[in-house]
């Protein structure tokens, strides 16, 4: 504490009570190719059908990795998802009088980096994500001048997107209370989103977004304070589109065509009326068109570019993550991702052609092939089949890998039990929604996949298709070559460095190595209480932080740890005794 000069009284305190905290064991994390959704960018998706309403059903190119996602969330709630798609996919468009030159803005960043060009051919209204799904869309806008122009006729007499305008806003847009505030006129729209072929809500014509008394002012604020220019209406608010050219919308009287520009609009500009002198029902927009998935296949830096995403442990926190249909390269990447993070494991699955309709008795050769290319690891592990199941959304039958489903099964362990416990076996490793595995193996083939470090998926009668294995791929033969040893350390590391943290820039003197002591001891014991180590020591004095190791500003801390085993083998004995034998004779 401070030295004071005079008598007086100084009050402090000092925390004690740092602890060990929980960490989260269960965030899925995975990459593939979607028919929408943001491309590039992190989004945690908690349900099948919040999968759906972001990245749109399965469709024939993209099943594969929409059900590696969906098959995870039918044990968990909590997926970060990455969506990537082939170079050359693009966004559907429309511009002024449905013109418009197709582009590709990826997600929200790429958005607000895009300068849109001011010739005839730049869009008006761009679908918010690349896909051909985009063309589904229909956007209109209309102001005071277009409003008038058909308000006061008779239904009947109004055309289709009169009617939905009308139908869907109760009042004409006019002046806004900041631009009329300014002396400024003309600035409210209305902007309309309709689903015109049907690909979104399963019904053509239905209205998706109607976006009321939106602004042309850069500065327009809604009562709660919140930006109503329409761009950031749009930007912030929309599910499906993105304004492109503003120059279209956002001319004013006194600008002759050029942007109004944050902060001019208090002078008290008069915005021109949209299409007031060349179209007769002063309407703009129309029908998106020319978006595609691409025609280019996905690529292995395609998709490692999409898992990149995950590797900084310090920015996004991960526990499984998931390969999907993965090429084989992007396997060993990931793999190699979650080994350089050592905070979560990756889940891989065989190629397709290995396991589905391979040749007879090649399919166990095809598996430890594979394995042993993508190499050794603790941090990941592989199973030897793909699930063969239905797609209610394309009523059909399908075959997709399993990694979902097994990093699935560990994080309903984690839900169940804790992460240190197998997740594998009848109690905690029974698979959803299978019809079969895409093959069974033999004993013979299980003791081969075991022996080379893959899980074998098993049909048993009476209990379902379950995961009977619990290997990591680690090649070398030690604890962390088992699921739930790897998962117990990530566990233990991860929260006991965080608490470590606290001990960073103190001083390194008896004190501090005690309150460090007294801080993962307890964690350590409540640990072994839920059945996770079966014994523990925590060393941190001056055994191990000698001077040396105090004068290179160093901490150590030596935790050692005796995990918990689960049982592979069972054996048992059944002896048949004669009837004047005594058991007390034998037993033994």
């Not at 990245?55 to 059900?67: K, Q, S």
């Not at 309709?357 to 090649?362: F, L, M, P, Q, V």
Request: net charge negative; hydrophobic share 40%; with cysteine.
């Amino acid at each position: 504490m401070a030295f004071q000069v005079s008598p007086g009284v100084v009050v402090t305190e000092r925390d004690l009570t740092t602890v060990v905290p929980n960490v989260s064991t269960s965030i899925g994390a995975f990459a593939g190719a979607f028919q929408w959704g943001p491309v590039l960018e992190r989004v945690r998706i908690t349900s099948e059908n919040e999968l759906v309403r972001v990245y749109g059903e399965p469709t024939v190119d993209t099943f594969e990795y929409f059900w590696s996602a969906a098959n995870y969330l039918a044990y968990s709630n909590n997926l970060l998802v990455v969506r990537n798609t082939e170079a050359n996919a693009i966004n559907a468009v429309v511009g002024d009088d449905n013109a418009g030159t197709a582009l590709k803005i990826d997600n929200t960043d790429d958005y607000d980096g895009t300068s849109f060009s001011s010739d005839a051919t730049a869009p008006l209204f761009v679908a918010k994500y690349p896909g051909a799904r985009g063309s589904s869309l229909k956007v209109i806008a209309v102001d005071s001048a277009g409003w008038a122009s058909f308000s006061g006729l008779a239904n009947s007499a109004r055309t289709p997107d009169q009617k939905l305008l009308f139908a869907n806003f109760n009042s004409s847009p006019g002046t806004s209370t900041d631009v009329a505030a300014a002396g400024g006129s003309n600035d409210e729209m209305h902007v309309l989103v309709i689903d015109e072929n049907g690909l979104f809500s399963g019904t053509a014509g239905e209205v998706l977004e109607a976006h009321a008394f939106v602004s042309k002012a850069s500065d327009a604020k809604k009562i709660d304070g919140a930006s109503n220019y329409v761009k950031n209406v749009l930007r912030n608010e929309s599910e499906y589109i993105w304004l492109g050219q503003i120059l279209k919308i956002t001319e004013s009287s006194t600008d002759s065509g050029s942007e109004v520009n944050a902060g001019s609009l208090k002078a008290g500009n008069t915005f021109k009326l949209l299409n007031a002198a060349s179209d007769a029902d002063k309407i703009i927009g129309g029908s998106l068109s020319g978006g595609s998935d691409g025609t280019n296949p996905i690529t292995p830096a395609t998709e490692q570019a999409a898992y990149n995403l995950f590797a900084d442990a310090e920015t996004v926190d991960v526990s499984l993550i998931i390969s999907g249909p993965a090429l084989q390269a992007t396997a060993q990447h990931i793999v190699n991702l979650a080994d350089a993070r050592k905070d979560c494991i990756a889940f891989v699955s065989p190629s397709k052609a290995s396991v589905v309709n391979a040749a007879a008795n090649s399919q166990t050769n095809n598996v430890v092939a594979e394995k042993t290319a993508i190499g050794s690891s603790s941090y990941g592990v592989m199973d030897n089949a793909w699930k063969y199941q239905y797609d209610r959304y394309r009523d059909t039958f399908i075959n997709v890998p399993m990694n979902g489903d097994i990093a699935g099964l560990c994080a309903r362990t984690d839900f169940s039990n804790d992460a240190w416990f197998s997740p594998a076996g009848l109690t905690r490793g029974v698979i959803k929604n299978i019809i079969k595995p895409s093959w069974d193996a033999a004993k013979a083939d299980r003791d081969e996949l075991y022996k080379g470090g893959v899980n074998p998926i098993t049909t048993q009668l009476g209990a379902g298709v379950l995961l009977f294995g619990d290997k990591t791929m680690q090649t070398v033969p030690s604890a962390f070559d088992r699921i739930n040893v790897r998962r117990l350390f990530i566990v233990l590391e991860k929260a006991i460095s965080i608490a470590a943290k606290a001990m960073l820039f103190e001083f390194n003197d008896e004190f501090t190595r005690a309150q460090f002591v007294n801080i993962v001891t307890p964690f350590l014991r409540e640990v072994q209480g839920r059945r996770g180590v079966t014994d523990f020591k925590v060393v941190c004095d001056a055994s191990n932080n000698t001077g040396q190791v105090i004068d290179t500003n160093n901490f150590v801390g030596d935790i050692f740890i005796k995990p918990n085993r689960s049982i592979n083998f069972i054996q048992l004995n059944f002896i048949a005794a004669r009837s004047d034998v005594s058991f007390s004779e034998i037993g033994g």
